[in-house]
C-alpha cells in the first residue's frame, strides 16, 4: 500500500498558518507528500524545505486572483497538488495549512486504509472535527461548525476538490466513505483578536471582491466571537508537534462561554439540544455518503 499525502500552501509565514506542523503531523504514515506552493512573497518556500524531507516534493503554482467566488482557487489549487500525485499511489490524504493530525490517531487511519484497500465500496475515509476557537483551550462545537469531512481520497483522477475545498466529489456525485474514528484537529481560529481580524480580511478576499470586503470588514471591525455559538473546554492533549505553538500562547480569551450559549437563538439551542442526545444532527449537511 502506498499513501501520498499533499496539500496546498500560501503566505504560511504572514498568515501565521501552522503548516510544518500539518505537514509532519501525517507524513510518518505518508510515503510521498506533494505541496502546492503557492506564489508567496513571505518565505514561506524556505519554511516548507525546512522540514527536510526526502518525501517532500514541491510543485510551485500561481494562484488564479479571479476565482474569488465562493473560494473556488482554494478547490483549484487542492487538484494542483492532488494531480501531481504518484500514479502508483493508492490513498491520497489531504490536510490543509491549519489541520493536524494527533500521533495517536496514525495508528488507526493506517489499519483504516489497509482493510478497505481492496474494498471498492470505499472511495474515501471520514474524519471527526475538533475546531479550536480563540485559544488552545477552547473548541467551537455547534451546528454552525462541520463535525466530518472526507480527507482521504482513493487516488483516482474521477476525484476533484469541491466548491471551496472542504471536500471532495467524484465525477459530480458524492463519494462514498467509511467514517473512522480519528480526529482532525483544526486550528485556523487559534488567533488573538486582531489576528483573527486580519484573518477574516484575508480569507473573504477570496470569497468577496474588495467593495465586499471594505463594507463589511472595515478597518475599525472588531471581531465578535458570537460565531462558535458554543465554546467547550478542551482538556486533552494536543499534538506533539504543536506543543511549541500551545506554550507560546500570549493571550487570554477575552470571552465567558457561558455568556456566548445563552446568545443562541432557541431554535438553535433546541436543534443542539436533540443533537447532544441523540447524535442526530437534524439536516445536516453532508458533501459524502456513508457506506460503512
Keep these: 500500500m502506498k499513501v501520498a499525502g499533499f496539500i496546498f500552501i500560501r503566505n504560511a ?15 510518518p504514515i505518508c510515503d510521498e507528500f506533494v505541496v502546492a506552493l503557492g506564489n508567496s512573497d513571505d518565505g514561506t518556500g524556505d519554511l ?12 510551485d503554482t500561481v494562484w488564479d486572483e479571479s476565482l ?3 473560494g473556488t482557487v482554494f478547490a483549484a489549487e487542492t487538484d494542483k497538488a ?16 491549519d489541520e493536524v493530525v494527533h500521533e495517536k490517531y496514525l495508528p488507526v487511519i493506517r489499519q483504516e486504509m489497509e482493510a478497505s484497500l481492496n474494498d471498492t465500496t ?12 480563540g485559544s488552545y483551550d477552547y473548541s467551537a462545537h455547534s451546528r454552525r461548525w462541520y463535525r466530518r469531512e472526507i480527507r482521504i481520497v482513493r487516488n483516482n ?18 463519494i462514498n466513505v467509511k467514517l473512522i474514528d480519528a480526529y482532525i484537529y483544526h486550528y485556523g481560529w487559534v488567533k488573538p483578536p486582531k489576528g483573527l481580524e486580519s ?94
Design 157 to 174: 483522477k474521477h476525484i476533484h476538490s469541491y466548491r471551496d475545498a472542504q471536500g471532495f466529489r467524484w465525477d459530480d456525485r458524492k
Design 82 to 97: 492532488f494531480a501531481a500525485i504518484s500514479p502508483d499511489a493508492d490513498w491520497a490524504f489531504y490536510i490543509q495549512g
Design 199 to 292: 484573518k477574516l480580511r484575508n480569507f473573504n478576499q477570496f470569497y468577496h471582491d474588495d467593495t465586499w470586503v471594505a463594507e463589511n470588514l472595515p478597518q475599525t471591525f472588531e471581531f465578535d466571537f458570537h460565531n462558535a455559538d458554543r465554546m467547550l473546554p478542551f482538556e486533552d492533549t494536543h499534538p506533539a508537534v504543536m506543543q511549541k505553538r500551545v506554550a507560546a500562547q500570549n493571550w487570554k480569551l477575552q470571552v465567558d462561554p457561558v455568556k456566548l450559549k445563552k446568545k443562541m437563538s432557541l431554535r438553535r439551542r433546541i436543534l443542539q439540544k436533540i443533537e447532544d442526545l441523540t447524535g442526530w444532527r437534524v439536516s445536516e449537511y453532508r458533501n459524502y455518503k456513508i457506506v460503512k
Design 48 to 59: 516548507i524545505c525546512s522540514i527536510n524531507s526526502p518525501k517532500i516534493r514541491i510543485v
Design 122 to 133: 470505499v472511495e474515501g475515509l471520514l474524519f471527526k472535527y475538533l475546531h479550536f476557537y
Design 68 to 70: 474569488r467566488e465562493g
Design 13 to 27: 509565514v504572514k498568515n501565521d498558518y501552522p503548516v510544518v506542523e500539518a505537514i509532519i503531523s501525517i507524513l
